[in-house]
């Protein structure tokens, strides 16, 4: 006899986590929800809808094999989909894990679902509270420094291994030259694959995998292949290979197919048996039980009206080159868009230093900017693009997350990415026709911005810096220009 039904959402695909970890075989019935709205709501890439849908529907169909009830209910909305399986069971209790966004909770909420806490991370939200109320500034290292010791990774007598905590300065080289990057892993595609692709109309590619199984694949190639590299080009971007050294793990941790601790136990164990070098390790693992951990534990902490925050009043429309690679002949920013176009991923310094950037310095509003990056990117959810878009990438909270604004020039671009040999525009130059953008409205921006950030001991040096330009009032007219070339894609 059925006496309850278990909630589980897109992106809760743990079988031993959230409201599965207690289940009864005898009284229980498992319930997904696909809901139309998710796929017609909004302009989501469809490779992003695609991997949601089809990583679903092949774990119902691991958990029906191992003999578990389960319904996949299509509705219009997630309440139909509730009423429906309510339809067939009669009015039981339905249970869920807290879900992961301030919408979905309240609307859960007001359902009257049940919850159970949400331990697909490694943070329990209440955990997080404590240590952000005893802190005066949140700063994310000295949440991952209590984090290694909480967890107890590479951690011997309250010493780090290695004897650092963070060897940041031994990473961020440029592009390497001459390199062989490993091949990328394809993930083939099956039945379940193929049905969800022609209901959505959409030729997938082969990057992500949707089953669990795919999921410790892509780890354990990410072990065997890139773990050692990791560390020293995490911040380079290359013209010849999109994915470099990274995990491509975001979509998995964040959908429940890979839990952050399977991941961690990995990466140690490759590093206690001599496969890889410290400083790439801890790298990763900063990033993993660090800063995933944190931008959750911020979402939460900082509440749902954070999202909303505009600190420098920029009010300039998307820009059309977001949503068409076509749109721009800045070649860094066309080819980021076009990664994107293709596959719905780029890592994490094309996200902060090209698109934030470029959003940041011509005072893109963040709320289009974000609400962009939520449709784009097959790894998005509100708990991680909100703190990211808004605290790291477009600096619209004053800086309660971070102590000054992402903003560079082409210098940085120049040095960290190989896209601006044969681009149009001289990172070098910053006014005139020839100028790179970026360093034009780099300087702009600064101007544009000087009292407040003068303020700012981090920023002080490179407000002073404009002192030194003698060609202000042209960089300003330039600037100008720029942001209405870029606003009619023509620049
Ligand atoms: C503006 C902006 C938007 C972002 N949006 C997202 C997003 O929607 N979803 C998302 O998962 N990540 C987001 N990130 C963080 C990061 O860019 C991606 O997690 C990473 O690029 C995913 O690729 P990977 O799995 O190969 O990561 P790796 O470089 O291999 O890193 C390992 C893991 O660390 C975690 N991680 C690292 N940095 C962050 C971070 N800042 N926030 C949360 N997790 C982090 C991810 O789980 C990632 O899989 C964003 C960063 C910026 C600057």
Not at 459 to 464: A, D, L, P
């Given at each position: 006899m059925t006496s309850r039904i278990l909630y589980v959402p897109f992106d809760h695909l743990n079988r031993n986590k959230g409201v599965l970890k207690d289940r009864n075989p005898k009284t229980d019935v498992v319930l997904l929800v696909e809901s139309a709205r998710m796929i017609t709501g909004r302009d989501f890439h469809k490779e992003r809808l695609f991997f949601l849908i089809s990583s679903a529907r092949h774990f119902v169909q691991e958990l029906k094999a191992e003999g578990i009830k389960v319904e996949y209910i299509k509705a219009a909305t997630t309440v139909a989909g509730l009423d429906k399986a309510k339809s067939s069971y009669g009015d039981l209790p339905i249970y869920c894990a807290e879900p992961s966004s301030f919408r979905s909770f309240a609307q859960l909420t007001e359902y009257g679902v049940n919850f159970v806490p949400n331990d697909l991370f490694l943070t329990s939200r209440q955990d997080f509270m404590t240590w952000a109320k005893s802190q005066k500034t949140y700063v994310m290292e000295n949440f991952y420094r209590a984090q290694r010791v909480r967890l107890d990774i590479l951690v011997n007598a309250g010493k780090p291994e290695g004897g650092q905590w963070n060897f940041d300065a031994d990473n961020r080289l440029p592009p390497p030259k001459d390199y062989v990057w490993p091949e990328y892993l394809y993930h083939e595609r099956d039945e379940i694959d193929l049905e969800v692709a022609k209901e959505l109309d959409y030729t997938p590619t082969k990057t992500w995998a949707t089953t669990h199984k795919g999921a410790l694949a892509q780890l354990d190639n990410f072990i065997t292949n890139h773990l050692d590299g990791f560390g020293p080009y995490e911040d380079a971007v290359t013209k010849d290979n999109w994915a470099l050294h990274h995990s491509l793990l975001s979509p998995y941790l964040n959908n429940g197919l890979l839990d952050p601790q399977v991941a961690i136990d990995a990466v140690v164990k490759a590093y206690e048996s001599g496969k890889a070098r410290i400083q790439s390790v801890e790298a990763f693992i900063r990033q993993v039980i660090g800063w995933r951990e944190y931008v959750n534990g911020m979402y939460w902490f900082l509440g749902e009206d954070y999202k909303y925050k505009n600190g420098l009043n920029a009010q300039l429309p998307l820009l059309p080159v977001f949503r068409n690679s076509k749109a721009t002949e800045m070649n860094c920013v066309s080819s980021v868009v076009k990664d994107i176009e293709d596959r719905s991923w780029v890592h994490h310094i094309p996200r902060l230093m090209i698109l934030s950037n470029l959003a940041l310095i011509t005072g893109t509003n963040p709320q289009e900017f974000l609400d962009w990056m939520r449709e784009a990117f097959i790894d998005a959810s509100d708990w991680v693009m909100v703190p990211n878009v808004i605290g790291m990438g477009v600096h619209a909270d004053g800086g309660i997350m971070m102590t000054k604004p992402y903003a560079a020039g082409g210098a940085y671009i120049s040095r960290m990415t190989q896209y601006c040999k044969g681009c149009k525009y001289n990172p070098k130059l910053r006014v005139g026709e020839d100028a790179c953008p970026f360093t034009t409205l780099y300087w702009d921006f600064l101007d544009r911005h000087k009292e407040e950030f003068v303020k700012n001991?981090?920023?002080?040096?490179?407000?002073?810096?404009?002192?030194?330009?003698?060609?202000?009032?042209?960089?300003?007219?330039?600037?100008?220009?720029?942001?209405?070339?870029?606003?009619?894609?023509?620049?």
């Open positions: 001991h981090r920023m002080s040096q490179q407000v002073y810096g404009l002192k030194k330009l003698s060609d202000l009032e042209e960089l300003k007219v330039r600037a100008n220009q720029v942001i209405t070339g870029l606003s009619a894609g023509q620049i």
